[in-house]
């Protein structure tokens, strides 16, 4: 029996429709990421990494920018992991089946999705506003909270994979459970956890509302995180807001700096990932 | 956890805060001073800064975020000095002891981004203007235009109003003068750092009106003109008080600050739009710089005395480079006397 | 009971200091689980106490005002909650049947070896970050809208009843459109990935058991996997009005950050994350500050609610499928 028009017409609107469902989100993420790449591309000179942000009008770099970035971000990797890797151990190992377990694995994955900007203003009246200036530190504090819940989800996730006869045997080996978690848990997870840092160090490289009111900007050389500091996405925004010909070319060639480094953060924590599930 | 996990970044982290030079300039690391405010002074303030550190080593590091912005942080004490196009009157500087004196002169000229539409090409006047910001004229082909512009290619398209979005002395500046022009903007959004906008975009300081007018077809916005000398944009010619109507430029704009009377204007609080003579431009302005009467940090103070009255002195090239007006010899002595009379 | 048998008995306890060290661990840990549940609470306290001033001077025409007059003193947050979720459900017309889509042809249609590929790809967009699609939209995107969607769209549409103006303005680009379309693209792989995932979980028997019946692949879609998996596409759909919602730079580029109420999708706006980005640092009045932050306040409330709603769906969907956190 023939199957009707109407639904084989219906099918084959479907598989279109799919079909070019799937073409249009591949056609955005080529679109995107050719245009960074050649405008960004066009602007790569050895200068980009020696030379720093310049006034309007001349030719200049972007290593404060750099530089301010990855201090910011490897600070807040300092502050934020041993706080979600113990809240995410609590999480899998002594709260499992508490109410306090279950309330913190909710709010935690709300903090993951919340607006980076009310974070942002958070640490300007926190932090900002008792110092009287903005800083590095204040800056370093917020991108810390946004890494937060992903290091305690990846943490409780990667724990909870591990199954209970390992944690069975230390136990009967008479390991305390702190010894438990820490030379056989976190040793198994360690991958694990590592591309959740990971992952977290790529998505706070790319936030620049946070850093709008903390660590503000400076175009000038800087070490001082008790000052306002250069960073990489607010260069960009300034920049690319702005109509010098010169700074548009900086910011795509910061643009393509950050999406180059977001890019191969992921392909090593899919490395990882693999040569996790291998070993 | 792994202990030489931690120590790399720990490593970092004492690194950065042990550091505080620069490396780029053969200078050691001098002092730096912070400042925040008006973006209309933004392009000679940042040639100044590089000039001055080559030559002492004092970064000043200036965050361009709209005289709103300036006048914000410096009273509540976050920068060193602030920068506003908007004078303070005298009541609120005594409430914040705070000292106010100008450094430049500067014009506000109207820049378009219409094809075939050369600089200097296209007339607009002061009412004009007044009624395309209100959305009274919306298409370039308005007969208003048209009938002031007769051998120009006008094209049917609505006209993009840019506007700013932040608190801007360059906006008080402009919507001054176009109170003074037209009763019916008096009336309507009237003048201020902000107003009333009736549609059109928003852009974020100078150079975000810059940059929308740069990128959006048929578009119409209000800068500095150093910022249409820098992006080579198209700009319209306003018509002054005398019926003129003068191109902007650095004679045009000093015809316009010559006529103001700053002898008599007590902490400087002096606006210059509108400004009779032939050759006046009529929405010329100044920048006015905001520093504590009493500074907590005495250092810091003295370096920021010491760079503006550097800038005052000896910042002439780069101003007139960028069509600005420099201040003055006279003038100059007076904002001296003010200082050392009142910064202590 | 003998020596040997009483140390027998003692050997698997673990030594005192092997306990207190096991209490300061699991205090340290608690701490750290207290400390986010702290963290939030925090958040929503500050906020609500910044924002004080401007619930105190407006009350509730707070959210009803259009006015945005920082000289006057005047703030009302209805232009920029209109931009806020204009540009979000512009987001999810255009993030939903792509997203379903998409999941559809990973699970059903693509050859098995491209899926793994092509999946990577589509999270990649998640990877980009927000700044990136805003340059993109502002220097790229935007000018194409310009040129070639937005006059198509005035033309043809702009005199219509009803829709008409939804469309009618100068086509200058920037505006709710473009900036519902880039939050579009951006929301794309947070709901595709929640969808591949429930769907691919679809149990085997129920679908094949369909097409045994001689369902054809869209009537086993409409008529199995969705309505299996409603609860999760829901959470997904919220998930994904979340981060539309809290997106701040992509849209901050292409909005156009006018204060005005405009029927037309062609015009410019605000949004409450790029208001809040554009001028927090000019605010020059604590009532212009406190405004800001009461912006920022009810942008929190609002995500907390949607992100929340689509936390208890797809915890639901995971008690379903039988996981246990």
Known sequence: MAIRASRRIADVVAFVFATAATAFGLVWLTWILWMTFRQGAAALTPSLFTQMTPPPGSSGGIFNALYGSAVMILLAVVIGTPVGVAAGTYLAEHGRHTRLAAAVSFINDILLSAPSIVIGLFIYELVVRRAGHFSGFAGALSLAIILLPIVVRTTQESLLLIPDTMREAGFALGLPRWRVTRQILYKAAMSAILTGILLGIARIAGETAPLLFTALNNQFWSANLNAPLANLPVVIFQYAMSPYDEWHTLAWAGAFVLTAFVLLLNILVRLIARKGKQG | ?344 | MNATAAKILEAPRPKKSGAGADRTFELITSGAAWFVLVLLAGIALSMAWGGRLAFKTFGWRFITSPDWDAVGGHFGALVPIYGTLVTSAIALIIAVPVSIGIALFLTDIAPRWTRGPIAIAIELLAAIPSIIYGMWGLFVFAPFMAAHVEPWLSDHLGGKAVIGPLFSGPPIGIGMLTAGIVLGIMVIPFIAAVAREVFSAVPAPLRESAVALGSTRWEVLRHVTLPYTRSAMIGAIFLGLGRALGETMAVTFVLGNAHDLSASLLMPSNSIAAAIANEFTEADTDLYRSSLIALGFLLFVVTFMVLSIAKLLLLRVNKQMGRTH
């Not at chain 2, 950065?16 to 050691?28: D, I, Q, Y």
């Not at chain 2, 705070?98 to 450094?103: D, G, I, T, Y």
């Not at chain 2, 539409?117 to 209100?134: H, N, R």
Request: glycine share 12%.
């Open chain 2, 1 to 344: 956890m792994n202990r030489p996990f931690f120590a790399l970044p720990a490593l970092a982290l004492l690194a950065a805060c042990g550091s505080s030079g620069g490396n780029e300039a053969a200078n050691s690391s001098g002092a730096q001073i912070t400042g925040a405010g008006s973006t209309f002074v933004y392009p000679v303030l940042s040639a100044w800064a590089a000039d001055y550190r080559n030559q002492n080593g004092t970064a000043v590091n200036y965050q361009s975020i709209g005289s709103g912005g300036g006048i914000a942080q410096v009273e509540a004490g976050t920068v060193d000095f602030g920068a506003t196009d908007q004078p303070l009157q005298s009541d609120e500087l005594a409430k914040n002891n705070l000292a106010q004196f100008p450094v430049i002169v500067g014009g506000i000229v109207p820049v378009v981004n219409i094809a075939g539409v050369d600089a200097g090409k296209l007339k607009l006047t002061g009412p004009i203007l007044a009624d395309i910001y209100q959305g009274k004229i919306k298409n370039w082909n308005d007969p208003a235009i048209v009938r002031l512009n007769p051998g120009v290619n006008l094209p049917s398209a609505a006209i993009a109003a840019v506007h700013r979005s932040d608190g801007s002395g360059t906006t008080f500046n402009f919507t001054h003068y176009l109170s003074q022009v037209s009763p019916a903007w008096k009336a309507g959004p009237g003048e201020g750092k902000t107003v009333n906008w009736t549609g059109g975009v928003g852009g974020k300081g100078n150079e975000g009106v810059a940059g929308y007018v740069k990128q959006l077809p048929n578009s119409l916005g209000y800068v500095e003109y150093a910022y249409v000398v820098q992006n080579k944009m198209s700009y319209a010619l306003v018509q002054n008080a005398a019926g003129q109507f003068v191109a902007p430029s650095a004679d045009s704009f000093a015809a316009a600050a010559g006529t103001a009377d700053w002898k008599n204007a007590q902490d400087f609080n002096l606006v210059m739009t509108n400004a009779p003579g032939a050759n006046a431009y009529p929405i010329a302005a100044s920048t006015f710089i905001l520093v504590p009467k009493q500074p907590k940090d005495k250092a810091k103070s003295n370096a920021v005395i010491a760079f503006f009255k550097y800038a005052i002195e000896k910042g002439q090239g780069q101003a007139t480079k960028l069509d600005y007006v420099p201040l003055p010899a006279d003038l100059v002595k007076q904002i001296e006397d003010y200082i050392s009379q009142n910064v202590k």
